[in-house]
């Protein structure tokens, strides 16, 4: 036995000597860039049980507790590394990802390139980071995304746009698929035009977060080759889960994570080495990156360790052991710079607001055009609504007191189911767009790219109030008069426009539809309550004769009803009514609430909540870019 020990400690001396005897090769170079993370720490704040919560809430204190998620980690890397970063599940292998590229505030420690300390700003500038799930414009081509790209991010001409992109393709291996559709593209094709956006501007480092997540095999191998052609011009920084042999070989570098802390970093040669010089040697036909992953797991495995002799330690013992030991490691070590290269940021040259405008606008116009058949369950039920519509109203006639409430009705029904299609439309269409905006922060100013959605969404929102209105008009109206139409038809233009900086208020500020709907119901309600549909406005309180000026329905149906009852000069009245009898058009409107003379104003209170919506829809726009961390 003590024969066996002695080996087997001779063994690990020698192991160590060849780690160091690498360790000290590897001097950086001021050919290279170089990043180095020195001690980085990040928490987050965590609350206790719910009623802790509501008694410091009560008591007008915050009292946090910090949940560490790193717990100072270091290392560095060059030019030309390819390095996967591994762990279990909740390891922090995102959240270092993250704070290395800027993301978030790390509470300790420092990321420096080529020995300066870059700031978040800086750090946006010279690096890329891209999501585990990313967003695409699907109804766009490859070409067209990569021209929209280089259009945006270069401000190229069309000459050197239609080259370059075709350069990017085909270094990608696209070339084949670059008139196919994003939707039509299988997952890896996918991940590596996502990877294709990126490096239009050339980044010095690239973050990726799970890039082979729902691949196969062979497309997580195409993705990984892509990158390791990448890696010779940047540093290229990869969260993996389960790679494969086949995949993990491409590599150069693994850092593996466990609770926050390194178990090991360094290149794949020297992890295998390391590994051994603490005893842990990866069985024969085991996949060599899931045995270091679940080495470092708090879940005990039966395939820890081949060495007998080992006292069979807890999971928690056995993490600290290995983040001990490399911590005392030579590997742990990093170089000084010993000759500091400047950090060069080229300068990017971005097309002003009209430019971005209008590429903006040509992808709207795009997608809407390749789009308008698949809402077409959305069109099929508003035909129908208004295929109902007028089989009830159908045969009307106003100049009878039966058919006073009946026109008021149908005008009712053509000013709320404009305003309610518009409106809803926008939220359940809208949220899908905002995560490709989000995910292309930098690339256009929130102005153009609000601006050009808003006018995006008016052609349909107009082409749906000028059908309904067509509907509702031909049934009221006798005598058809082109101007009169053109009326009804500019002001259900200006609602649905109005309802549209609704719909995208809501959109914007809440990020949840359902929980959108669900707010959004009481504030219907109380606005078409002060509509003067369901409710006598002339004895409406005071207390609630203000919540009317906010309301779309109101302004559209006041509107409406003074169009068309100023044209009825006279209404029958039977002598055996009961009921009071309104002689024309006036007295209805005087009936109801209503002035003749609010005409004017129905128009600019319309238009004075398109523009305070707007406002606040484009504070709301502008506020989700700040206040997400990385996506």
């Given at each position: ?80 590394n ?64 990569l ?14 746009r239609k ?107 020297n ?12 069985p ?51 170089p000084?710079?010993?000759k ?33 058949f ?34 008021r ?100 500020w ?24 369901f ?48 002689r ?48």
């Amino acid at each position: 036995m003590k024969l066996i020990a002695v080996v087997t400690c001779l063994r690990s001396i020698q192991i160590s000597r060849d780690l160091s005897n690498l360790t000290m090769l590897e001097e950086l170079k001021d050919v290279a860039d170089t990043i180095v993370w020195d001690n980085l720490t990040v928490n987050v704040p965590r609350e206790r049980d719910f009623l802790k919560i509501l008694w410091k809430k009560f008591r007008r204190r915050r009292y946090e507790e910090n949940l560490s998620i790193l717990k100072g980690v270091s290392g560095y890397a060059v030019t030309g590394n390819l390095i996967a970063i591994m762990g279990p599940s909740g390891a922090g292998k995102t959240t270092l990802l993250a704070a290395l590229a800027g993301k978030i505030e790390p509470a300790a420690g420092s990321v420096s390139i080529n020995g300066q300390i870059v700031s978040q700003m800086i750090m946006s500038k010279i690096s890329s980071y891209l999501p585990q799930f990313n967003a695409l414009p699907t109804s766009l081509t490859v070409e067209e995304y990569l021209l929209f790209s280089y259009a945006l991010k270069m401000n190229v001409n069309s000459v050197q746009r239609k080259f370059l992109s075709m350069k990017l393709s085909t270094k990608m291996g696209l070339i084949d698929c670059r008139d196919v559709l994003i939707s039509n593209l299988s997952g890896g094709q996918r991940k590596r035009l996502s990877l294709a956006g990126e490096l239009i501007t050339r980044p010095k480092i690239l973050f990726l977060d799970e890039p082979t997540t729902g691949l196969d095999i062979f497309s997580a191998k195409q993705v990984v080759e892509a990158l390791t052609t990448i890696s010779h011009e940047s540093i290229v920084f990869c969260t993996i889960h389960q790679p494969g042999m086949d995949v993990y070989n491409l590599f150069s570098h693994v850092l593996l994570l466990s609770d926050g802390k390194t178990g090991y970093f360094g290149t794949l040669e020297n992890a295998t080495q390391f590994f051994l010089s603490l005893g842990y040697e990866c069985p024969v036909g085991f996949d060599e990156s899931e045995y270091y992953v679940k080495l470092l797991s708090r879940r005990k495995t039966e395939t820890t360790t081949t060495n007998p002799n080992r006292e069979d330690a807890g999971a928690e013992e056995l993490i600290d052991k290995i983040c001990r030991a490399f911590s005392r490691s030579p590997l742990s070590r990093i170089p000084k710079i010993t000759k500091s290269k400047d950090l060069e940021i080229q300068p990017q040259r971005k097309p002003g607001c009209a430019i971005q405008f209008s590429w903006l606008t040509w992808r709207i116009w795009v997608e809407s055009r390749r789009k308008i058949f698949q809402g077409w369950i959305s069109w099929l039920s508003y035909f129908l609504s208004m295929a109902a519509v007028a089989t009830f109203y159908t045969g009307i006639n106003s100049h009878t007191q039966v058919g006073v409430q009946n026109a008021r009705g149908a005008l009712y029904m053509m000013s709320s189911e404009i305003s309610f299609t518009v409106a809803y439309s926008v939220i359940y269409e809208f949220p899908s767009q905002l995560l490709i905006y989000l995910r292309e922060d930098g690339v256009y100013g929130s102005g153009p790219y609000y601006v050009a959605t808003f006018c995006g969404l008016i052609p349909i929102a107009v082409l749906k109030a000028i059908l309904f209105t067509t509907v509702i008009y031909f049934i009221l109206i006798t005598q058809i008069n082109l101007s009169n139409f053109l009326f009804y038809c500019l002001t259900t233009s200006v609602a649905a426009i109005c309802s549209i900086a609704y719909g995208l208020v809501f959109s914007i500020w809440i990020e949840n539809v359902d929980v959108i709907t669900s707010i959004m119901v009481p504030i219907d309600v109380l606005f078409l309550l002060t509509a003067g549909m369901f409710y006598n406005l002339r004895s409406l309180p005071k207390y609630l004769t203000c919540f009317k000026y906010f309301s779309i329905f109101f302004y559209l149906n006041e509107a409406l009803s003074i169009i068309y009852w100023s044209r009825i000069e006279d209404i029958e009245c039977l002598a055996s009514s009961d009921f009071p009898c309104l002689r024309n058009g006036e007295q209805v409107l005087s009936e109801y609430g209503f002035e003749k003379t609010n005409l004017i104003w129905d128009f600019s209170g319309l238009l004075s909540l398109t523009i305070a919506m707007n406002i606040l829809g484009y504070i709301g726009l502008q506020r989700r870019r700040k206040i997400r961390t990385f996506l």
